[in-house]
């Protein structure tokens, strides 16, 4: 994930670490939900993993 923008970086750990909704996500970053979506969307396009992409980012936290 380090290849990614610092932004979308952000964006991931807020998901996946701390729980939050994108809406939550929206209000820490200071950006709107559309944004959060495009962030979390590049990440979806950069890193299909046999379609299970958000749950083995997850699980990469879960692992450190």
């Given at each position: ?30 950006v ?9 969307q ?10 299970y ?12």
């Open positions: 994930i380090n290849d990614l923008p610092p932004q979308c970086q952000k964006a991931l750990v807020l998901r996946c670490k701390n729980h939050l909704s994108y809406k939550e996500i929206a209000v820490t970053m200071g709107s939900v559309k944004t959060v979506e495009k962030h979390l590049n990440y979806k396009k950069h890193y299909k993993y046999n379609g992409w958000l749950a083995h980012f997850c699980l990469l936290f879960i692992a450190l």
